[in-house]
T-cell receptor, first 117, second 115 residues
Framework: AQTVTQSQPEMSVQEAETVTLSCTYD???????LFWYKQPPSRQMILVIR??????QNATENRFSVNFQKAAKSFSLKISDSQLGDAAMYFC??????????????FGKGTKLSVKP | NAGVMQNPRHLVRRRGQEARLRCSPM?????VYWYRQLPEEGLKFMVY????????ESGMPKERFSAEFPKEGPSILRIQQVVRGDSAAYFC?????????????FGPGTRLTVL
């Protein structure tokens, strides 16, 4: 079975600085997707960034980028120029891309990010 | 284009009562996933449904929980005889199709409190 581990329950960053959130996962599959979701106090789940395992190039979305290390099964999220609105819970998630898979997401326990003004 | 809608947003029940949570997927979406988020935890998959079919219920507790997605109307997650341990946020996500290639869009969740 696949598992996702986020080893940092809480992180803090100064506004305008850069922070990196860690995520490791365990799988025997070769084809999968990885995601970072943001959950602000409203509890709405917002997709931040997505990475296909077959792509070597790290995904980037504006101030958000990932460091995908497939061999190490590591998928960290870097937030540059942190803003107060980035304060939220961040969840790393895995989804199988194997033919016939149902597509359900497997989540880590989350990292609570605080942004200091 | 309305997103995924869930109601109620907050639901309070006493132990032993029934809870019904509703999820209306995005327009054109015929696949629904339900997830549960216990306090201080990540979301955990419960059940995956297509219209009129349960595809995968491997994450659903065997007793008291059931789900349906009728041909017309929203998907319903039903919890009978609720207990305090059922207190959680319940999220549904819809997708255009199932499986690996289609993004899931999440609703705002229903927060269930069992007194």
């Amino acid at each position: 079975a696949q598992t996702v581990t986020q080893s940092q329950p809480e992180m803090s960053v100064q506004e305008a600085e850069t922070v990196t959130l860690s995520c490791t996962y365990d799988t025997s599959e070769s084809d999968y997707y990885l995601f970072w979701y943001k959950q602000p106090p409203s509890r709405q789940m917002i997709l931040v960034i997505r990475q296909e395992a077959y792509k070597q190039q790290n995904a980037t979305e504006n101030r958000f980028s990932v460091n995908f290390q497939k061999a190490a099964k590591s998928f960290s999220l870097k937030i540059s120029d942190s803003q107060l609105g980035d304060a939220a819970m961040y969840f790393c998630a895995y989804r199988s891309a194997i033919l016939g898979s149902q597509g359900n997401l497997i989540f880590g326990k989350g990292t609570k990010l605080s942004v200091k003004p | 284009n309305a997103g995924v809608m869930q109601n109620p947003r907050h639901l309070v029940r006493r132990r032993g009562q029934e809870a019904r949570l509703r999820c209306s997927p995005m327009k054109g979406h015929s696949h629904v996933y339900w997830y549960r988020q216990l306090p201080e935890e990540g979301l955990k998959f419960m059940v995956y449904l297509q219209k009129e079919n349960i595809i995968d219920e491997s994450g659903m507790p065997k007793e008291r929980f059931s789900a349906e997605f009728p041909k017309e109307g929203p998907s319903i997650l039903r919890i009978q005889q609720v207990v305090r341990g059922d207190s959680a946020a319940y999220f549904c996500a819809s997708s255009l199709s199932g499986g690996r290639t289609y993004e899931q869009f999440f609703g705002p969740g229903t927060r269930l409190t069992v007194l």
